[in-house]
């Protein structure tokens, strides 16, 4: 049953939520939806080795297909692909709420990281596209009428594209993001929807600090059940050491989209390594933003996650 279609179309160099209408839903499906570099993959692992129920390393992209994103695969091909998988589903975004259509019977878990930790990461990542990634983002951006350019070369320098990411926008309507869509936004639309009873908010701090007891709740919220047994081989395969070294069988050919494949996007899995690197006057300017654009619960979230919302009553109580 469909409850909210997606009120706002998105389009960037990478994704297009327009994709989303060849979408046809199971009662079953699994959204995985994180603003980029917010522990997607992590999670895409921790829900494969839960529906699995086996360490094996499987390549992410063919088990959990990323629907939005633009290429390589045309979305009527995709949608087959999906349609024949007939394990439990797991699909991929990178869009806000808003962007998504939502079903009531598919549950969806939203991955949430502090901004200055995604924007550090992001920026890894950027900066080791491979060139025929590069070549692929310029044609997607020159063949879109609503972007109508190459995509954007990320800085070498961090700060650089710290302030660029906080003061230029690539969506219309938003001022700040590029070459994704304003993270402020992002995590708003996603916070608001909290109450949703198939909608689970994970964050990675969370997940660093405890990854056994986040896993345990994200199996129970899909109502999976893991024989005891089972666990402690699980909970392995999903920490960063052993994704790290399964880097190239998790990624499959995705691999090659970076320079130095598997082993640069599974780079440090670290978070504050923004700190001596960013410059205060942009430090200022996203506190300011987190200010104007969070209420003070959803700022302590994003920047903490769970544990430093407390007093669930009263977050209850908050609108948002």
């Not at 209408?21 to 699994?30: F, G, K, N, W």
């Not at 992590?42 to 390549?59: A, D, H, K, N, T």
């Not at 990675?204 to 919220?221: N, P, S």
Request: glycine share 8%; hydrophobic share 40%; proline share 7%.
């Amino acid at each position: 049953m469909l409850v909210a279609p997606g009120a706002c179309t998105y389009r960037t160099w990478i994704v297009d939520s327009r994709r989303w209408d060849h979408y046809r839903p199971r009662p079953t499906d699994i959204v995985i939806a994180t603003y980029p570099k917010c522990g997607t993959t992590w999670m895409q692992r921790i829900v494969g080795l839960l529906i699995f129920q086996s360490p094996e390393p499987r390549p992410i992209m063919q088990m959990s297909a990323w629907i939005d994103r633009r290429f390589p695969e045309a979305i009527e091909a995709m949608a087959v692909r999906i349609d024949a998988q007939d394990h439990r589903r797991f699909l991929k975004t990178h869009l806000p709420f808003d962007g998504l259509p939502i079903h009531g019977e598919v549950k969806y878990v939203h991955v949430a990281r502090d901004g200055r930790d995604a924007c550090m990461s992001f920026h890894n990542q950027g900066t080791a596209f491979a060139p025929e990634m590069l070549d692929r983002l310029d044609r997607a951006g020159l063949e879109d009428d609503s972007l109508g350019r190459a995509y954007p070369r990320i800085p070498a320098d961090p700060a650089d594209y710290f302030h660029r990411w906080l003061t230029v926008g690539a969506v219309p309507g938003h001022e700040d993001g590029t070459p994704t869509m304003s993270f402020f936004h992002f995590e708003r639309t996603w916070w608001a929807e909290r109450h949703r009873p198939n909608v689970l908010l994970v964050h990675y701090t969370d997940l660093k600090a405890d990854l056994a007891g986040e896993m345990r709740r994200v199996a129970d919220f899909l109502a999976i059940k893991v024989p005891p047994d089972h666990w402690p081989g699980l909970v392995d395969a999903a920490g960063f050491a052993a994704m790290r070294r399964d880097g190239e069988a998790l990624m499959g050919g995705s691999a090659s989209s970076f320079q130095g494949g598997a082993a640069r996007f599974f780079h440090q899995g670290t978070n504050g390594r923004w700190r001596g690197v960013f410059r205060e006057a942009d430090l200022a300017l996203y506190d300011a933003k987190v200010e104007a654009e969070f209420s003070p619960e959803c700022a302590r979230w994003v920047a903490q996650g769970r544990r430093a919302v407390q007093q669930p009553s009263v977050v209850a109580m908050e609108v948002p």
